[in-house]
């Protein structure tokens, strides 16, 4: 079975947890001891139902506040597919933990409360989705039982929502659902109160949709994580690169290039944890050995001739600022891209974006917390890379405080 990775976006009170609740509770994905303990809880807070957000929220400040603060992940699967689900904040001040759970995404939910329709966090996580590269969106139009289930006030939301996402470049597949997570219209099964919808259910949507045409199979990149000589009669001589494909197919007898010496050589073999392969593509993590003897250690990418990737010490991106600590002018900090880390200094602020808006802020002199902009970078040595919109894998990257070891920014190359 494939796996997909999918996070929930909105507004507080939107019901992004619930609808996660829902989703596993209505698939008979909740172990017997889960089903008991939010009995339990909901009845000492005196629901009238069992309050399927605890699911997910699980810190006790969450619970009290019935808000989501960090981003909880969920494994469920049904006979057509594996999931992984990142449940997301709503809070603007949140908006690097939304970052962070979208970033490995291929799919977005964003909910819609159908009383208030298109709103500014709402457009702020699709902005947020279309930066992540997102390509599928699913609008959850939910609470429609609070609005008699009316048409009219839904076909109003994605007429409002097509006009917004039109300024959007990345949002190519747009799906629009009425649901009601409370009562699980339109969720697991199709609803007998909205028979004007014609579309398919949530989770059927989610079983179905096409995603494995998104990862760069053209473009070959294998970044060295670790070079393997086991220390064997067996193994005497092996010498092999491991690590993960990050794109494109690599096979025996291709002519391949080192980076950062850019000595040539050939694929002699190719192994997973147990056997030989024919071939490997992305995201396989693989060990590969090659016809010739030349020096490749971690953080050195090997690539194929007929698609090379950029090589330069001033690079341009966007940034999502995670620290509390608001950017320093000149501040020198550890970048970590693939397996490779070098220095970097921020030598310019482009501009920010108002996240509410799309504005451009220009004539800034420094980031605060959860604030995203376009800058640029100066690096030690010379990076190898794609752009983010061509590879999410070798077109990432995270600045690190080298004093304090803190995550203080994740970065899109443009």
């Given at each position: 079975m494939d796996l997909l990775r999918f996070t929930t976006a909105g507004s507080v009170d939107d019901g992004k947890s619930t609808l996660i609740g829902r989703l596993l509770y209505d698939s008979k994905s909740i172990f017997e001891d889960q089903l008991e303990a939010m009995e339990t809880s909901s009845a000492k807070k005196g629901d009238e139902n069992i309050n399927l957000a605890l699911l997910t929220d699980g810190l006790k400040a969450e619970r009290e506040q019935g808000i989501t603060i960090d981003v909880a992940y969920r494994y469920f699967a049904t006979p057509k597919r594996k999931f992984i689900i990142a449940d997301t904040p709503g809070h603007i001040q949140?908006?690097?933990?939304?970052?962070?759970?979208?970033?490995?995404?291929?799919?977005?939910?964003?909910?819609?409360?159908?009383?208030?329709?298109?709103?500014?966090?709402?457009?702020?996580?699709?902005?947020?989705?279309?930066?992540?590269?997102?390509?599928?969106?699913?609008?959850?139009?939910?609470?429609?039982?609070?609005?008699?289930?009316?048409?009219?006030?839904?076909?109003?939301?994605?007429?409002?929502?097509?006009?917004f996402s039109s300024r959007l470049s990345n949002l190519v597949d747009i799906t629009f659902i009425p649901i009601s997570a409370l009562n699980g219209d339109n969720v697991v099964d199709k609803s007998e109160n909205m028979d004007w919808y014609g579309g398919s259910s949530l989770l059927y949507h989610l079983e179905?949709?096409?995603?494995?045409?998104?990862?760069?199979?053209?473009?070959?990149?294998?970044?060295?994580?670790?070079?393997t000589r086991p220390?064997?009669?067996?193994?005497?001589?092996?010498?092999?690169?491991?690590?993960?494909?990050?794109?494109?197919?690599?096979?025996?007898?291709?002519?391949?290039?080192?980076?950062?010496?850019?000595?040539?050589t050939t694929i002699d073999k190719i192994y997973n944890a147990t056997d030989e392969l024919e071939k490997a593509f992305s995201p396989q993590s693989i060990t590969m050995t090659l016809k010739d003897e030349i020096d490749i250690?971690?953080?050195?990418?090997?690539?194929?001739?007929?698609?090379?990737?950029?090589?330069?010490?001033?690079?341009?991106?966007?940034?999502?600022?995670?620290?509390d600590r608001p950017t320093q002018p000149r501040t020198k900090l550890i970048l970590r891209h693939t397996t490779?880390?070098?220095?970097?200094?921020?030598?310019?602020?482009?501009?920010?974006?108002?996240?509410?808006?799309?504005?451009?802020?220009?004539?800034?002199?420094?980031?605060?917390?959860?604030?995203?902009?376009?800058?640029?970078?100066?690096?030690?040595?010379?990076?190898?890379?794609?752009?983010?919109?061509?590879?999410?894998?070798?077109?990432?990257?995270?600045?690190?405080?080298?004093?304090?070891?803190?995550?203080?920014?994740?970065g899109m190359l443009k």
């Open positions: 949140y908006t690097r933990n939304m970052v962070t759970g979208a970033s490995t995404a291929n799919l977005a939910i964003i909910l819609v409360d159908a009383r208030h329709g298109v709103i500014e966090q709402t457009k702020r996580h699709s902005f947020i989705a279309d930066l992540l590269r997102i390509q599928h969106v699913v609008v959850a139009v939910n609470k429609m039982d609070l609005v008699d289930y009316s048409e009219e006030t839904y076909n109003s939301i994605v007429q409002n929502y097509k006009e179905n949709v096409h995603v494995n045409s998104e990862e760069n199979h053209v473009d070959a990149r294998f970044p060295v994580q670790w070079v220390q064997s009669e067996k193994w005497h001589d092996f010498r092999g690169y491991s690590g993960r494909v990050a794109g494109g197919v690599f096979k025996p007898g291709d002519t391949v290039i080192a980076y950062p010496s850019g000595f040539k250690s971690r953080g050195d990418m090997i690539v194929k001739e007929n698609s090379l990737p950029r090589i330069e010490q001033n690079l341009e991106a966007m940034v999502c600022w995670f620290s490779q880390e070098v220095q970097a200094l921020i030598t310019d602020f482009k501009y920010q974006v108002d996240v509410n808006t799309l504005h451009k802020i220009e004539n800034i002199d420094g980031l605060e917390m959860n604030q995203i902009a376009r800058i640029s970078l100066r690096t030690s040595k010379p990076l190898f890379y794609d752009s983010y919109r061509k590879n999410r894998t070798t077109g990432s990257f995270v600045l690190i405080d080298p004093n304090t070891n803190e995550t203080v920014a994740a």
